[in-house]
């Protein structure tokens, strides 16, 4: 497998975007406002779509703008769209009943940020590099995938699990554009349509929650129903 | 060492002493100003501070020797720690060794500590309330402000505050690395906090909200005076070792000339006026925080410290 090489500046641009993302992420995981997680989720799109640009300028590679484009578009501007239609329809607008408070959130996070540090500079020993961007896109990566599932199993709102699956998700895509940027046009986007569907999906599972139960969060989902 | 070095160093002193109040005024006269207010005049500390040398010591029942010493220790505290920083200079003086940041850090919580002591020491009811929850909040604090050290310390590979300004100052790409941003979020966080300002702090002087202030309601007069100016001068400190180390490192006095120390001096308040600019942002856009969400600013301020960690681990 070869990795791609960085000029310095084009490393602490990466660095600057793939950091900011992470922040994007804490954003989410602090915050008790489903709305400010809306918002935090389109930026962190709009990033790693500026990320897909420049990463295309680096390397070359036309295909990339297209990538970038699609990302800015589906992830930046549809999917936030969706989710606030969702949002307005459902008549939730912010965590109740928290499992775990927004500080002690942050507090765990900081430590999976770490725990994703030590991992990938295992990863980036295995795979025989040990440039920084390489590393750092790990760690983000790692990161980002960890605080989605924190999000997935510490809030109970069905808002904050498909954010969490999107989190987990641009995660890996922030680290599939940094570490393998001439990933071919056509998985792309599949991965952009299955994100459709699925926030479709949740879309329609959460009225469909609603109706049943009167309420959007799943802690009172305590029945089994066969 | 010099005569002029220490001249100088005794002008570090000053420049505290006396510059701190206009800070003060500048910062409460432009928030009334953002809120549509009049505002008091920018020199109304210098009034107050008169004003509370000249009124006669009223002494509370049972005041032990900490109430008398309080004021005295938190101010020569305050007199010490510009010794260490660069406030005008940016090369160390004479006597700028003695202790590097921690040890900066340990004179400014040793002023705080007397003043908590006096607040317990004087057995009123709302002092005891204002020691404790000041306790608290640097409890919350204080792991912050050390994982900012530590951080500050990985980046420059030295506790000096010198040697982090001239990093910074030299090298544009450690200046803009995310570790160092990081830092500098982290930091004006604990800065909001530790210069009784919202998110925390009230900005209404009531008894029930008061924090800091309330382990000072049983003193009047000079001592009052003492601690209220001890307090200026604390933010002042703090606001300069934000700017001269971590914020902006550049337009301090190279030679040590009259004219560069003034000059210094000068760039001092543009750099502190910019500060309170976006402290004046938050207090006039944030709220006070419930007394139970008091530590969701410090952990991002904490997770922030721990990124810049992080973040310099992989630079």
């Known amino acids: 497998m070869t990795l791609p090489q960085f000029t310095p500046l084009a490393a602490s641009f990466f660095s600057l975007l793939a950091i900011g993302s992470l922040l994007l992420a804490f954003v989410m995981l602090g915050s008790r406002w489903l709305r400010d997680y809306m918002y935090a989720f389109g930026l962190q799109s709009w990033l790693i779509a500026l990320l897909s640009a420049t990463m295309g300028y680096h390397v070359h590679n036309p295909e990339l703008y297209l990538i970038a484009l699609f990302t800015a578009l589906f992830r930046g501007l549809l999917l936030p769209y969706l989710i606030l239609r969702i949002l307005r329809r459902l008549g939730a607008d912010r965590e109740l009943d928290l499992i775990v408070q927004p500080a002690t959130a942050l507090v765990v996070g900081a430590a999976a940020v770490v725990l994703a540090l030590v991992v990938a500079y295992r990863i980036a020993a295995a795979l025989g590099s040990d440039s920084s961007v390489m590393i750092l896109a790990l760690t983000v990566m790692l990161s980002m995938k960890l605080i989605g599932f924190l999000m997935l199993s510490v809030r109970h709102e069905a808002i904050s699990h498909i954010l969490g699956l999107l989190i987990l998700e641009n995660g890996i895509f922030l680290g599939s554009q940094v570490l393998i940027p001439g990933m071919p046009l056509l998985i792309e986007l599949v991965i952009l349509f299955d994100l459709l569907v699925a926030v479709a999906c949740f879309g329609v599972l959460a009225r469909y929650l609603v109706k049943r139960t009167g309420t959007t969060s799943s802690l009172k989902l305590r029945r089994l129903v066969g | 060492m010099s005569a002029r070095d220490i001249l100088l160093q005794i002008g570090q002193v000053l420049a505290v002493l006396l510059l701190s109040p206009l800070v003060q005024g500048f910062i409460l006269r432009y928030e009334e100003r953002v809120q549509r207010a009049r505002g008091?005049?920018?020199?109304?500390?210098?009034?107050?501070?008169?004003?509370?040398?000249?009124?006669?010591?009223?002494?509370?029942?049972?005041?032990?020797?900490?109430?008398?010493?309080?004021?005295?220790?938190?101010?020569?505290?305050?007199?010490?720690?510009?010794?260490?920083?660069?406030?005008?200079?940016?090369?160390?003086?004479?006597?700028?060794?003695?202790?590097?940041?921690?040890?900066?850090?340990?004179?400014?919580?040793?002023?705080?500590?007397?003043i908590t002591l006096a607040g317990l020491d004087s057995g009123s009811a709302y002092c005891g309330v204002g020691a404790s929850r000041s306790v608290m909040i640097a409890i919350l604090a204080e792991p912050t402000l050390i994982l900012v050290f530590v951080g500050i310390t990985l980046l420059a590979k030295a506790m000096l505050p010198f040697v982090v300004n001239h990093l910074l100052a030299g090298d544009a790409s450690v200046y803009w690395s995310p570790a160092h941003v990081f830092l500098v979020c982290a930091f004006f966080i604990l800065l909001l906090v530790e210069t009784d300002r919202l998110p925390i702090h009230s900005s209404t002087h009531i008894e029930v909200y008061m924090i800091d202030e309330a382990r000072i309601l049983e003193y009047s007069g000079p001592l009052l005076a003492l601690l209220k100016w001890a307090g200026m001068m604390k933010q002042f400190i703090l606001y300069t070792i934000f700017c001269n180390v971590l914020l902006l490192p550049w337009a301090l006095s190279i030679h040590g000339t009259a004219s560069g120390a003034l000059g210094a001096a000068v760039a001092l308040l543009g750099k502190f006026a910019l500060v309170a600019c976006l402290v004046m942002v938050v207090e006039t856009t944030q709220s006070r925080l419930r007394f139970y969400r008091y530590q969701e600013p410090l952990a991002a301020s904490f997770l922030l410290a721990a990124l810049a960690v992080i973040a310099n681990q992989i630079r």
Do not use: C
């Open chain 2, 40 to 114: 008091p005049a920018v020199i109304q500390p210098y009034r107050d501070l008169w004003k509370l040398f000249h009124k006669e010591l009223v002494i509370p029942d049972g005041a032990s020797l900490i109430h008398f010493s309080a004021p005295v220790v938190a101010f020569t505290a305050m007199l010490v720690v510009p010794l260490l920083i660069p406030v005008l200079t940016n090369y160390p003086l004479p006597l700028s060794d003695m202790g590097d940041i921690l040890g900066g850090g340990l004179i400014l919580t040793l002023g705080g500590f007397f």
